[in-house]
């Protein structure tokens, strides 16, 4: 009979193809993670990997294995995080990544829809937030444009667009207000400087929100998501320019392979995109 131990190493393996870094992850030295390969291979009487100078290559029963194999370690993590929270109940208490702007405009209305979870928030970009959900340092988060990553499930909830804005009027017109840790913005820089549009001032403000304040004042023009924007100036504000094309952003839910069957994310996904207004 297939061990389940061995059958979760040699999922970790042909996800990764690669003995160091499966034995990493999975906290095993190589010659250990070796065995259970060897021991799999013995149970199951087939080859399940080549070895080639580029790294591990599944064979055909390698592939048909892999395939299986993840959906009976799924079943399995779902099966132990139900005994784990008492039986029938879900784990009601989540560690989730998110930006801080996007959590200002999308978490209030998560919080008051009352759902019995319990919510622990780690604060950071969105590429930090992606990095924490694949190490297993949170449970799930909250990502715009993750990058695609085989052991995360990525999930779009909707769409923001960035651009200039400014104050409909009597705003300063000669300087320009953005976050650099966004690359958004260089996007938009580049459009600036391709349609001759030029600021006096550049001011580099690695916080958004005060950057929404500064062009509700009308001290000068910002690039913002509209979303943030919107959450604290929805009416006094408008676009600088129509000359330039906004960028469009994904916002995801983003949550590791390991964690597709536990409910309390799966109920945490709808929450978010119910609080999404149309």
């Known amino acids: 009979m297939i061990n389940s131990h061995d059958l979760k190493s040699f999922v970790v393996t042909a996800r990764v193809l690669h003995l160091t ?25 087939e080859v399940l990997f080549l070895r080639r100078k580029e790294g591990l290559v599944l064979t055909k029963a390698g592939e048909f294995l892999f395939q299986r194999g993840q959906k009976i370690c799924d079943d399995l993590q779902q099966v ?19 930006h801080p702007s996007v959590a200002a405009y999308l978490m209030p209305q998560v919080l008051k829809m009352n759902s019995g979870l319990t919510f622990h928030f780690k604060f950071g970009l969105s590429r930090e937030v992606t990095e924490w959900v694949q190490t297993g340092k949170i449970d799930c988060g909250i990502a715009i444009n993750p990058f695609p990553h085989s052991n995360l499930i990525i999930n779009e909830l909707e769409k923001d667009e960035v651009t200039l804005w400014c104050r409909k009027k009597d705003f300063n017109k000669e300087t320009l207000f953005f976050d650099p840790q966004i690359h958004q913005t260089f996007s938009l820089l580049r459009q600036l400087e391709k349609k001759e549009i030029s600021f006096k001032e550049h001011f580099e403000i690695p916080n958004l929100e005060l950057i929404a304040k500064f062009v509700y004042e009308g001290a000068g023009v910002g690039i913002l998501p509209s979303r943030v924007l919107k959450n604290y100036f929805p009416d006094k504000t408008t676009l600088f320019s129509t000359k330039i094309k906004p960028f469009t952003d994904k916002i995801c839910f983003a949550y590791s392979v390991e964690n597709k069957g536990v409910d309390s994310i799966l109920q945490f996904k709808n929450l978010l995109k119910k609080s999404f207004v149309k």
């Open 21 to 45: 870094k499966a034995a990493k992850e999975l906290g095993l030295s190589q010659p250990a993670l070796s065995h259970c390969i060897k021991r799999l291979e013995a149970e199951t009487g």
């Open 80 to 98: 132990h995080e139900t005994l784990k929270n008492g039986g029938t109940e879900t784990k009601s208490s989540l560690n989730v990544g998110i």
